[in-house]
């Protein structure tokens, strides 16, 4: 068994040193700065506006800092610093990289699939964003009117978004409506609000000549019928949308610009993605804080609840939350990490992104809130009416609230949306930066072909995107989001940090750290990742489990869904067959224990590096060191020599 292994690590060794003259040196940042701007471009994305803010709202206010806080400390920085330590160290992607132990190789893939999905159905959000920021230099805002063709009996505009139904008589005024006297509502309101169309009372059949008490304003119609296309009258084959497609591609020619020239490129594009969303959150929230009841949202937003932290859900929202804003379990961090200096510290670049993204938090949360609490005061509602989350939030409650600001509108709205589009694109280069990675790194053929590469793959992506631009795309993304990738990141992020503190050993990981930064991670990182983390993932596992499936409405929803889990998580299983199978020596605990070996391949990438690394003192990695020297020597020839027992 001895001599067969040796002869297959001695073919790698080979088959490695033919693929490295035909393949281009792997790119660098330029500089520190670039990578630090990428990772925030990355973590800091729609998830801050989506769902941050209202989820502090909905678990406790200011008081679900306190939940959040901490599992960002136990939970997210380490993850964080996790996977970029393995990112950098190896100077490889999220496949690549398993050569830390390729029997769970799978885990790398499932990142691949996870983040393909996420590239595919994330990108019509962008398209949905650029759509609004066209629009936004209309004339007249096509979300602030009811004189649209999509608009129904129905709509009401945005200066009328104020009327209420009064108990009695008394109180009808000029902004009230009395649903027992309607020769009162004639006279005020039958010929501009309703077109003539009289109100029906509860106590008669509301009828296609009369209108109800729900009203819906013109910011919801023109994202739910114009948008989305959603309409009574459907058809059996939901056709995509011209505006919504060509949106999309728009979107995936932008990705294609940024990314076709690789990484060098990339550090130029996130100086934009970066900064200009900081510039225009001033904006917005300077803007929001001089509207009249600007005061009633940021109270609203911050008022702590103490009570909501006894709520085991609470807990598990400011996990999910800080899953979501930092971007763990994508790969992602792992592919921007490959690209970094070997010795740079990860230790301060964790720092600085934990404090950013807690701090645009509670900004994007404190602009959104000041907005909302502008339109609450102007409509004379409550803000648990205007507090919403997700798409509801982000196109229709804030253009709604931008398009009732005094003094050009259209400038607060374009800012609004050109925002959001950088906000998206940033997160989303990354996301499909992962995948072209570990494509061209899979396929060494492709790294002097990036640009064909990049190309095919934005052209896949859009055509699968495509069924997400009809009137059900909507709710097909939500399904792909809650039941394949939320899923795929929480288990990938469980055997990521498994397999590094069990299977390869911590202190062989220490020992890396020490290589690259000249000291051992300290012992905050170590009892999180060898105790907290992997504790606190299986919890959020077991919780999203129930949650997800109370949410289904039938047996072929729940059939379709795990089979979409069992999809994305395929190749793990499959990995570790097949390098059982071949390594199978028929002791099936001895070959168990050799295929979870780390491989002959892992190891820093440079050989300056390899060397410093070489001088740990790693026992049980002499022959591994032994063979990487080898191969050094034999690096001025052509070939490695045939192999002879």
């Known amino acids: 068994m001895a001599d067969n292994t040796e002869r297959r690590v001695y073919g790698e060794l080979q088959a490695q040193h033919r693929s490295q003259p035909q393949a281009k040196q792997r790119e660098t940042w330029a500089n520190s700065t670039e990578f630090i701007l990428a990772t925030l471009s990355y973590s800091v994305g729609l998830g801050n506006i989506w769902g941050w803010p209202y989820m502090c709202l909905y678990s406790g206010g200011a008081a679900f800092l306190i939940p959040y806080g901490i599992m960002l400390l136990f939970v997210g920085l380490p993850m964080y610093y996790l996977e970029l330590c393995l990112g950098q160290f190896a100077s490889s992607g999220v496949t690549k990289l398993w050569s830390i132990s390729p029997f769970w190789k799978g885990?790398?893939?499932?990142?691949?699939?996870?983040?393909?999905?996420?590239?595919?159905?994330?990108?019509?959000?962008?398209?949905?964003?650029?759509?609004?920021?066209?629009?936004?230099?209309?004339?007249?805002?096509?979300?602030?009117?009811?004189?649209?063709?999509?608009?129904?009996?129905?709509?009401?505009?945005?200066?009328?978004?104020?009327?209420?139904?009064?108990?009695?008589?008394?109180?009808?005024?000029?902004?009230?409506?009395?649903?027992?006297?309607?020769?009162?509502?004639?006279?005020?309101?039958?010929?501009?609000?309703?077109?003539?169309?009289?109100?029906?009372?509860e106590s008669l059949n509301i009828t296609e000549d009369c209108v109800g008490f729900h009203f819906v304003s013109s910011a919801a119609e023109f994202w739910e019928r114009h948008v989305l296309g959603i309409m009574e009258e459907r058809d059996h084959f939901q056709r995509p949308q011209v505006h919504a497609s060509v949106s999309l591609l728009f979107a995936w020619i932008v990705v294609f610009l940024c990314l076709?020239?690789?990484?060098?490129?990339?550090?130029?594009?996130?100086?934009?993605?970066?900064?200009?969303?900081?510039?225009?959150?001033?904006?917005?929230?300077?803007?929001?804080?001089?509207?009249?009841?600007?005061?009633?949202?940021?109270?609203?937003?911050?008022?702590?609840?103490?009570?909501?932290?006894?709520?085991?859900?609470?807990?598990?929202?400011?996990?999910?939350?800080?899953?979501?804003?930092?971007?763990?379990?994508?790969?992602?961090?792992?592919?921007?990490?490959?690209?970094?200096?070997?010795?740079?510290?990860?230790?301060?670049?964790?720092?600085?992104?934990?404090?950013?993204?807690?701090?645009?938090?509670?900004l994007y949360g404190m602009t959104i809130f000041s907005i909302l609490g502008f339109m609450a005061t102007a409509k004379e509602e409550h803000m648990d009416n205007s507090a919403t989350m997700g798409v509801d939030l982000v196109f229709v409650a804030l253009p709604e609230a931008l398009a009732r600001t005094p003094d050009v509108p259209q400038l607060f709205s374009a800012v609004y949306?050109?925002?959001?589009?950088?906000?998206?694109?940033?997160?989303?280069?990354?996301?499909?930066?992962?995948?072209?990675?570990?494509?061209?790194?899979?396929?060494?053929?492709?790294?002097?072909?990036?640009?064909?590469?990049?190309?095919?793959?934005?052209?896949?992506?859009?055509?699968?995107?495509?069924?997400?631009?009809?009137s059900v795309g909507l709710g097909l993304s939500d399904f792909f989001h809650a039941y394949t990738v939320a899923f795929t990141i929480f288990f990938v992020a469980l055997f990521e940090v498994l397999v590094v503190g069990v299977v390869y050993g911590y202190r062989r990981f220490t020992?890396?750290?020490?290589?690259?930064?000249?000291?051992?991670?300290?012992?905050?990182?170590?009892?999180?990742?060898?105790?907290?983390?992997?504790?606190?993932?299986?919890?959020?596992?077991?919780?999203?489990?129930?949650?997800?499936?109370?949410?289904?409405?039938?047996?072929?929803?729940?059939?379709?869904?795990?089979?979409?889990?069992?999809?994305?998580?395929?190749f793990i299983p499959v990995v570790m067959l097949v390098q059982y199978c071949r390594h199978f020596n028929g002791r099936f605990l001895e070959t168990l224990i050799h295929v979870n070996k780390s491989s002959i391949l892992w190891g820093p990438a440079l050989p300056e590096n390899r060397r410093l690394r070489r001088l740990m003192d790693v026992p049980d990695c002499h022959a591994y060191y032994a063979l990487q020297e080898f191969t050094e020597q034999q690096e001025s020839s052509n070939a490695l020599p045939p192999y002879s027992a």
């Open 511 to 570: 020992l890396d750290v020490k290589c690259m930064l000249g000291y051992s991670p300290c012992v905050y990182w170590t009892v999180c990742l060898l105790s907290v983390t992997p504790v606190a993932l299986v919890a959020l596992i077991v919780i999203h489990a129930i949650d997800v499936h109370n949410w289904r409405n039938d047996i072929l929803e729940e059939i379709v869904s795990w089979m979409l889990l069992v999809l994305s998580m395929l």
């Open 260 to 362: 076709f020239r690789g990484v060098k490129w990339l550090g130029k594009v996130v100086y934009f993605t970066t900064l200009f969303p900081c510039l225009a959150l001033i904006v917005l929230l300077v803007r929001g804080v001089t509207l009249p009841g600007f005061e009633k949202g940021l109270i609203y937003f911050l008022s702590p609840h103490w009570s909501r932290l006894n709520d085991l859900d609470v807990w598990m929202n400011a996990l999910l939350c800080v899953f979501y804003s930092l971007g763990i379990g994508y790969g992602a961090l792992t592919t921007m990490a490959s690209y970094n200096k070997f010795s740079s510290n990860c230790q301060r670049n964790v720092v600085i992104v934990g404090f950013m993204d807690v701090l645009s938090n509670v």
């Open 107 to 201: 885990i790398g893939i499932a990142m691949c699939i996870g983040s393909s999905l996420l590239a595919v159905y994330f990108n019509v959000t962008v398209g949905f964003s650029f759509y609004y920021l066209y629009h936004s230099f209309s004339t007249t805002l096509p979300w602030s009117s009811c004189n649209n063709t999509w608009n129904t009996k129905h709509c009401i505009q945005l200066e009328h978004t104020g009327l209420r139904l009064c108990n009695d008589a008394a109180n009808i005024t000029e902004g009230c409506i009395n649903v027992e006297h309607e020769s009162a509502i004639f006279a005020d309101y039958n010929a501009s609000l309703f077109g003539g169309t009289p109100l029906c009372d």
């Open 417 to 470: 949306f050109l925002m959001l589009s950088t906000l998206c694109i940033g997160t989303q280069l990354f996301v499909v930066e992962t995948v072209v990675t570990a494509m061209t790194e899979e396929i060494p053929k492709l790294r002097n072909h990036r640009t064909v590469t990049v190309f095919l793959f934005c052209v896949v992506a859009f055509l699968l995107g495509l069924p997400m631009t009809t």
